[in-house]
Structures are given as structure tokens and as C-alpha cells.
């Protein structure tokens, strides 16, 4: 079995490689080695990017380094494969607002690339989309202290409307990526599938303020770091460990069955951000120092995705619960001793 990984070097990306190479596959990395959102993190841009690839190197996957909008240079990598996963995406929502162009043009037209590459090779293709794509109305319906949901969460299926609320480019460009998934198994009968990924966190990950929260909690609790919220820090999320989402992968391949899916914790990893904080304290012996600031145009106050679909279609469900997840993740960020922060941010 031969894979092309989009995205191969980034977080995702980087345990989808390790999950196929460890099953004997012959796996490529394709990926163009943006620090976009490293950038902003406070962390060595130039050392967190280099860890991923160092790391794949060490297992023997193949790194190409290239584009994902570069139709040709995708093609070319993707001939001779079995299976293309595309992880490749722009996913701050802050990043869409500043740069429009480039959340278009990555999340759009690097979807439709791979899309045509499946189409013309016959091979199945899975796409990262996002919850997202569902937009944010909930936030008009639920006010300060109605955030119940922790202890009895109202899940969200496939069927529910898309784009409602407030929107961001973020929102606009995975939701036509999502739409173009769909339309390829429509029109050309293409094997694909669109994952509408909830919160995804793990090892290798290097969360900011701007993406992977989960990370960027446990990262500034063990550096003594203040964390910031945006908002009352009783929004909840269902979140999914990232070796949960490679199983989720592969199951589309085995089943061969396109369509879009939730793929997250659903209602039993469902916590707030408070309760994010509260399990670090616990692994970590000490708590961090919370600071508040307003809510961030076209964020969630809360998502809890209905994994059903997935359940009952692709035969995948979730295994790792938060509090082993996010002690796992805790124990990764100590054991590569930090050498990635840059000591100058605070």
C-alpha cells in the first residue's frame, strides 16, 4: 500500500504518516513547510517546523516538499498511490481574516486539486473539513451561564444546517471545500469522504492562541506561562485524539463509503475549557493563571458533534478519553525538553 499524506509534516498530517508507516505502508509526506501559524505562537518557528519532518525522516516516510495549490507537482506525487488523505489547510480563523487569499486559495483550491488527482487516478481520497462548517448561531441562543452542556451535551449530526450565524472567511472556504467533496462523489462517482473534524490534539502538536487550544494550555501550564480565554471559559468542545482520527481513516479506505462525517469525541469527551484547565492542574500539581479576554469574532461557544454516522457507516468510534490524552500530550511536551519555545515570548 502506497499513501500520500497532504499536510504530511504538520500536526495531523505527521501522525497519519506514522499510523501508515507503522502498518508497513509506503508513505509519502507532501507538504510545503509554511510557518504561517507557528509564527505567532511564541514559540522557535524555525525549530517546531523542522521537529515534525526530523521525526518522519527517523521512520522512513518520504518528505516532498510542495504545494498543495500546485496542481502538477500533486499529481506527480499522488501517481502510483493507493490513497490520498489530505490534511493540507490553512485552520486559524484568525489567519482567514488577515489573509483571505490565502485561506481561499489553500483550503478551496488545494481540496479541488486533490480531488481532480483522485478523480484522474481512481484512487480514494479523505478530506479534513471542520465543524466549522456549521457555522456559530448556537452563540445567539446561549447566554452567560447557560453552559450546561458539559453534564448533558446536545449533540450535532450531518443533517444539521450549515453556515448559520456569524461567518469568517474560515467558515466560507472549508464549507466549499466540503461542498466540493461532495459534489465529486455526485457528479464523478469519486471514492471520497469529507471529515467534519471537531478539536483535534496529540503529541507533536504545537498549539497557539489562534489554533490547537488544547495544546497551547498544556504548553504554557508546564511553562509557567499565564493562559489566556477568550470568553467566560465555559465553552465546551468534544475533543478527539489525533491517533483516533487516523483509525477513522482508515476505516473510510476499508469501506469505501463516500459521503461527509463527523469525525470527534461526541458527547463522552466533551469538556469546557475550564475543565481543560482543571485536568492539566491535576497532571501537572500546580495551577496555571487564567486571564480573560472578550470573545473572538466568529468563535464557538459550544460544539458536541453526533459521531453516528461514523459509527454505524465507517465502523469508528473514539478510544481515547481527555484525561489520558491530554496526560499523554503533557508527557510528550516534557520529554522533548521545550527546545522549541523561543524563551523571549511571554
Known sequence: MKVLVTGGCGFLGC???EFYCRMGAEVIAYDNMTKHELLRTGFAADEARSYNPGYLNSLGVKIVTADVRMFDD?????????YIIHT?????????????????????MGTFNVLEAARKLKIPAASCATVHVYGNKINETLKEGQFKYERDPEAIGETHPTL???LTPLHASKAAAD?????????YKTEAA???LTGIYGTRQFGGEDHGWVANFAIRSILGRPITIFGTGKQVRDIVYATDVCEAFHAFYKTRRPGIYNIG???????SLLRCIDILSNINGVRPEVRFAPDRHGDLRYFVCDIDKAQRQLGWSPTVMPEEGIAALVDWIKATGLFFIDKEVK
Not at 74 to 82: F, V
Not at 265 to 271: C, E, F, H, L, Y
Open 15 to 17: 501522525h497519519v504518516c
Open 88 to 108: 493540507a489547510a490553512q485552520p486559524a480563523m484568525t489567519i482567514s481574516w488577515e489573509d483571505p487569499r490565502l485561506d481561499i486559495t489553500t483550503n478551496v
Open 164 to 166: 448559520e450565524g456569524t
Open 74 to 82: 500533486l499529481i506527480d506525487s499522488a501517481t502510483g498511490c493507493d
Open 179 to 187: 461542498i466540493y467533496v461532495r459534489t465529486y462523489i455526485d457528479t
Open 265 to 271: 469525541g461526541g458527547s463522552k469527551t466533551a469538556i
Open 194 to 196: 469529507s471529515f467534519r
